[in-house]
């Protein structure tokens, strides 16, 4: 049904890319320190970071710290710290919620079921769009049925995966690693 | 020999009546068959005539209640409850006799002597008294006998294993509780024609004090519990559930009239089915007048009325409601509003009145208005520091809970937080009046049945889903702030925070939130202002965020744990450099207003 593999990369305009290294807690009066530190507790192993991270999120921080910090989560999954991934794939704004659930469906093939199924069924069409990207990524029979429910009662984005499908079928699957697509915030 | 055996025979035939009626029997016959009453059996210009018989410490007096004039009077020392036809009255008197006189005149017709060790209860239909009586012998626990009126002849009498209620008359049946069972016996012979088991005197503790015929129908029971006697099932109409503790069991002795007869339930029948329509209730020196729901239970004010003494009998005849007060005066007033049409002055003291006269004029129409101040005068019921008004205080809160409108339904919620009450002191009157709030307010609000808000509560546990009919939430957000149930504050909790909710339903859900004014949703509110307070999109696309920060700070004021908590949560959003700018100004100005340590407040 679906082209070859579709890669997503999310181009942001505030997250910062430097986190290598967690760095010291400095006062957060900027979106980058609070970047910095739940990166740096994300990528810190145990509880006391996971357990700091956890009550920081639920303080609430601004979109584009949580988006930075679900692209790192989406690097390297902690499984442990999936709560706070799910919570977020129920923020109000697309692009956070569209982070989360190309974190969540990351973190193996079980919660990319999950993840491809609360994409399917979201209000929003970019999301929903996700979906079908993140089936190509993590394809399961669960996926496939998620999909296909979606497409019967999306009419337009079942022709826009079918023109995709045509355009793309003789692309090389390692230059679509290369495609970026930009998801738009939707008002 | 033979004749001696027909004299016999004949003797032993009609003699069923000389056999005890059993504690316990097979249920037979139909008391709905037996029992067949027209609707025009009382004589209705007799009746008519109204007629007060006070009962004073060693005296009665009848006291016509239009004219005021005292019709006559006795030197009588009543000691139960009189009873009247549309000729007569009878007064229960000392020595257990029943004094029999003429209620236009009031000759005294003749005395009957009863057996037994204490008067249960009387009841009279011409050409019959019926009386039930307390007896120790063995086997035998009560008597029920009847007279002729004429003549005053012993009619009949049966023992009975069973202790008895009292009983009712109509037609040619006398019908009457004998332990867990209804009895009805023909008046002319005493014959058992039927027998009814109650199931939920021996199951839910049903007292069957007495019967009760109204309009074709029959029901047992006392106080605020009866039950439909040819209902198809035997289910127990509970009316004001929750106030059966005001209303106290008389028991199997009639000791006449008591302080306990100051509080007292009325119910006007509805005419299409035999069901409570109407009430009204007496509690010492206030009466509220009340529609009832399809379940019994109080629905709407309809007036209130107070006295300085007390109101020791009450009875609505025709479209007049007749009060008797403790020192004798008289009060009539109008059935639909409740405004006072007549009063007359008293004499003596009374310990109790019989009221007699026209039957209660059926309201043909249930939608009449309700007099304009009932919402007021319920108010102010509720600000009275007498603690005798403690049972009609319990109902005025809950008619001013069951308000659509949800300023009304703040008095209640104050009363329940201990923010206003009558009572100055922590009195036990005070503290069962705040208790009932408590406990009333985590019940349903506003007017709608019970099927119409678990259909608005399904309707609101669906979720926002691409696939589903859009559908539009604001209707039925705005109907949980006329009428809903607890449970709607999960759900419009689960909407609050759910990302498919639209900006629109959002502000709507918030403002709910703030009207329902429950507690259960503060963490959902705190947790929404948190997650949005430094996203300068969400934060500001709608006024919902700063609607919910508000009503967070409202609760934040109080000292409960909770309240301490949302403090907490929005000084750190007062104090994050991040957070969007207006929200912060809001959160800053309202914590700087709170007070210090907060109001002793329980949160509902």
Same mark, same amino acid.
């Given at each position: 049904m679906t082209p070859e593999a579709i890669c997503l990369a999310f181009v942001l305009g505030a997250a910062a890319s430097g986190h290598d290294r967690a760095a010291p807690l400095r006062p957060e009066t900027e979106v980058a320190a609070v970047s910095a530190h739940l990166i740096a507790w994300l990528r810190e192993p145990g509880s006391t970071s996971a357990d700091a991270l956890r009550e920081r999120v639920a303080r609430g921080a601004p979109p584009a710290a949580l988006i930075a910090m679900l692209d790192a989560f989406q690097q390297a999954p902690r499984v442990e710290l999936l709560d706070v991934v799910q919570q977020l794939a129920s923020y109000r704004r697309v692009d956070v919620r569209a982070r989360a659930l190309v974190a969540w469906a990351a973190a193996g093939p079980s919660h990319s079921d999950r993840a491809i199924a609360a994409a399917a069924t979201d209000m929003a069409p970019s999301i929903r769009r996700l979906a079908l990207a993140l089936s190509q990524r993590h394809p399961s029979a669960a996926a496939e049925v998620h999909v296909r429910e979606m497409l019967a009662h999306d009419a337009a984005l079942a022709a826009e995966a079918a023109a995709l499908q045509d355009a793309t079928a003789d692309v090389d699957e390692a230059a679509l690693d290369d495609e970026i697509i930009v998801l738009e915030p939707e008002s | 020999m033979l004749r001696h055996a027909a004299m016999l025979a004949l003797v032993l035939g009609t003699g069923a009546c000389a056999r005890v009626l059993p504690a316990q029997a097979p249920a037979h016959g139909s008391l709905r068959a037996e029992a067949v009453v027209a609707e025009g059996d009382v004589d209705a210009?007799?009746?008519?005539?109204?007629? &007060?018989?006070?009962?004073?410490? *060693?005296?009665?007096?009848?006291?016509?209640?239009?004219?005021?004039?005292?019709? #006559?009077?006795?030197?009588?020392?009543?000691?139960g409850h009189p009873v009247a036809s549309a000729y007569r009255v009878i007064l229960p008197v000392r020595g257990q006799q029943l004094v029999v006189v003429d209620r236009d005149s009031g000759a005294i017709e003749r005395t009957l002597v009863l057996p037994g060790e204490a008067l249960t209860g009387v009841a009279i239909a011409e050409p019959w008294i019926v009386a039930t009586v307390l007896e120790d012998r063995p086997g035998v626990r009560g008597q029920i006998m009847a007279f002729s009126t004429e003549d005053g002849d012993r009619l009949w009498?049966? *023992?009975?294993?069973?202790?008895? %209620?009292?009983?009712?008359?109509a037609g040619d049946v006398a019908v009457v509780p004998a332990g867990e069972q209804i009895v009805a016996l023909r008046l002319r012979s005493g014959r058992e024609l039927a027998r009814l088991d109650v199931e939920a005197?021996?199951?839910?503790?049903? $007292?069957?004090?007495? &019967? $009760?015929?109204?309009?074709?129908? #029959?029901?047992?029971?006392?106080?605020?519990? #009866?039950?439909?006697?040819?209902?198809?099932?035997?289910?127990?109409?509970?009316?004001?559930?929750?106030?059966?503790? &005001?209303?106290?069991?008389?028991?199997?002795?009639?000791?006449?009239?008591?302080?306990?007869?100051?509080?007292?339930?009325?119910?006007? #029948?509805?005419?299409?089915?035999?069901?409570?329509?109407?009430?009204?209730?007496l509690a010492r020196r206030a009466v509220v007048a009340m529609r009832l729901d399809g379940q019994g239970q109080p629905l709407r004010g309809r007036w209130v009325h107070s006295e300085d003494e007390e109101i020791v009998a009450m009875e609505v005849l025709g479209d007049r409601v007749v009060l008797a007060r403790e020192d004798g005066a008289i009060v009539v007033l109008d059935d639909s509003d409740g405004r006072v049409v007549r009063r007359i002055g008293g004499g003596e003291p009374i310990r109790g009145a019989l009221v007699l006269g026209a039957p209660p004029k059926i309201r043909r129409n249930p939608r009449l208005a309700d007099s304009p101040r009932v919402t007021a005068d319920l108010h102010r019921l509720l600000q009275d520091p007498d603690p005798r008004l403690l049972p009609v205080q319990r109902i005025a809160a809950d008619l001013l809970w069951r308000d659509d409108d949800v300023e009304v339904r703040r008095t209640v919620l104050a009363l329940a937080r201990g923010q206003s009450g009558p009572h100055d002191a922590a009195t036990d009157a005070a503290d069962t009046l705040q208790a009932h709030a408590q406990r009333l307010i985590a019940t349903r609000w506003g007017s709608a049945s019970r099927e119409e808000l678990a259909a608005s509560l399904a309707q609101?546990?669906?979720?926002?889903?691409?696939?589903?009919?859009?559908?539009?939430?604001?209707?039925?957000? @705005?109907?949980?702030?006329?009428?809903?149930?607890?449970?709607?504050?999960?759900?419009?909790?689960?909407?609050?925070?759910?990302?498919?909710?639209?900006?629109?339903?959002?502000? %709507?859900?918030?403002?709910?939130?703030?009207?329902?004014?429950?507690?259960?949703?503060? $963490?959902?509110?705190?947790?929404?202002? @948190?997650?949005?307070?430094?996203?300068?999109?969400?934060?500001?696309?709608?006024?919902?965020?700063?609607?919910?920060?508000?009503?967070?700070?409202?609760?934040?004021? %109080? %000292?409960?744990?909770?309240?301490?908590?949302?403090?907490?949560?929005?000084?750190?959003?007062?104090? *994050?450099?991040?957070?969007?700018?207006?929200?912060?100004?809001?959160?800053?100005?309202?914590?700087a207003s709170l007070p210090a340590d907060g109001d002793r407040v329980s949160a509902r």
């Amino acid at each position: 049904m679906t082209p070859e593999a579709i890669c997503l990369a999310f181009v942001l305009g505030a997250a910062a890319s430097g986190h290598d290294r967690a760095a010291p807690l400095r006062p957060e009066t900027e979106v980058a320190a609070v970047s910095a530190h739940l990166i740096a507790w994300l990528r810190e192993p145990g509880s006391t970071s996971a357990d700091a991270l956890r009550e920081r999120v639920a303080r609430g921080a601004p979109p584009a710290a949580l988006i930075a910090m679900l692209d790192a989560f989406q690097q390297a999954p902690r499984v442990e710290l999936l709560d706070v991934v799910q919570q977020l794939a129920s923020y109000r704004r697309v692009d956070v919620r569209a982070r989360a659930l190309v974190a969540w469906a990351a973190a193996g093939p079980s919660h990319s079921d999950r993840a491809i199924a609360a994409a399917a069924t979201d209000m929003a069409p970019s999301i929903r769009r996700l979906a079908l990207a993140l089936s190509q990524r993590h394809p399961s029979a669960a996926a496939e049925v998620h999909v296909r429910e979606m497409l019967a009662h999306d009419a337009a984005l079942a022709a826009e995966a079918a023109a995709l499908q045509d355009a793309t079928a003789d692309v090389d699957e390692a230059a679509l690693d290369d495609e970026i697509i930009v998801l738009e915030p939707e008002s | 020999m033979l004749r001696h055996a027909a004299m016999l025979a004949l003797v032993l035939g009609t003699g069923a009546c000389a056999r005890v009626l059993p504690a316990q029997a097979p249920a037979h016959g139909s008391l709905r068959a037996e029992a067949v009453v027209a609707e025009g059996d009382v004589d209705a210009p007799a009746a008519a005539l109204p007629l &007060v018989v006070m009962v004073e410490r *060693d005296r009665v007096v009848a006291v016509d209640p239009i004219h005021g004039r005292t019709r #006559w009077s006795l030197p009588l020392v009543v000691t139960g409850h009189p009873v009247a036809s549309a000729y007569r009255v009878i007064l229960p008197v000392r020595g257990q006799q029943l004094v029999v006189v003429d209620r236009d005149s009031g000759a005294i017709e003749r005395t009957l002597v009863l057996p037994g060790e204490a008067l249960t209860g009387v009841a009279i239909a011409e050409p019959w008294i019926v009386a039930t009586v307390l007896e120790d012998r063995p086997g035998v626990r009560g008597q029920i006998m009847a007279f002729s009126t004429e003549d005053g002849d012993r009619l009949w009498r049966r *023992d009975t294993a069973a202790p008895l %209620g009292v009983p009712e008359v109509a037609g040619d049946v006398a019908v009457v509780p004998a332990g867990e069972q209804i009895v009805a016996l023909r008046l002319r012979s005493g014959r058992e024609l039927a027998r009814l088991d109650v199931e939920a005197a021996g199951t839910q503790g049903l $007292a069957l004090e007495r &019967v $009760a015929h109204r309009r074709g129908a #029959w029901f047992a029971g006392a106080g605020t519990r #009866w039950v439909d006697l040819g209902g198809e099932t035997d289910a127990t109409h509970e009316l004001l559930a929750g106030h059966d503790d &005001v209303f106290h069991a008389t028991g199997r002795i009639d000791v006449g009239h008591s302080d306990d007869e100051r509080v007292r339930l009325w119910l006007r #029948w509805s005419d299409v089915d035999a069901t409570p329509r109407d009430a009204m209730v007496l509690a010492r020196r206030a009466v509220v007048a009340m529609r009832l729901d399809g379940q019994g239970q109080p629905l709407r004010g309809r007036w209130v009325h107070s006295e300085d003494e007390e109101i020791v009998a009450m009875e609505v005849l025709g479209d007049r409601v007749v009060l008797a007060r403790e020192d004798g005066a008289i009060v009539v007033l109008d059935d639909s509003d409740g405004r006072v049409v007549r009063r007359i002055g008293g004499g003596e003291p009374i310990r109790g009145a019989l009221v007699l006269g026209a039957p209660p004029k059926i309201r043909r129409n249930p939608r009449l208005a309700d007099s304009p101040r009932v919402t007021a005068d319920l108010h102010r019921l509720l600000q009275d520091p007498d603690p005798r008004l403690l049972p009609v205080q319990r109902i005025a809160a809950d008619l001013l809970w069951r308000d659509d409108d949800v300023e009304v339904r703040r008095t209640v919620l104050a009363l329940a937080r201990g923010q206003s009450g009558p009572h100055d002191a922590a009195t036990d009157a005070a503290d069962t009046l705040q208790a009932h709030a408590q406990r009333l307010i985590a019940t349903r609000w506003g007017s709608a049945s019970r099927e119409e808000l678990a259909a608005s509560l399904a309707q609101l546990r669906r979720r926002p889903a691409f696939g589903r009919v859009d559908e539009d939430f604001t209707p039925l957000v @705005q109907q949980t702030v006329r009428s809903a149930q607890p449970e709607v504050t999960a759900e419009l909790t689960a909407l609050l925070l759910h990302p498919g909710t639209s900006t629109d339903a959002l502000v %709507g859900i918030v403002d709910a939130l703030g009207a329902i004014d429950d507690a259960a949703a503060l $963490a959902a509110l705190t947790t929404f202002v @948190q997650r949005y307070h430094a996203d300068a999109i969400v934060a500001t696309e709608s006024r919902a965020v700063q609607a919910a920060a508000t009503i967070v700070l409202r609760f934040a004021a %109080g %000292g409960s744990p909770a309240g301490v908590q949302a403090r907490t949560a929005l000084r750190a959003i007062a104090d *994050d450099p991040l957070t969007e700018p207006a929200l912060r100004t809001v959160i800053v100005r309202g914590l700087a207003s709170l007070p210090a340590d907060g109001d002793r407040v329980s949160a509902r």
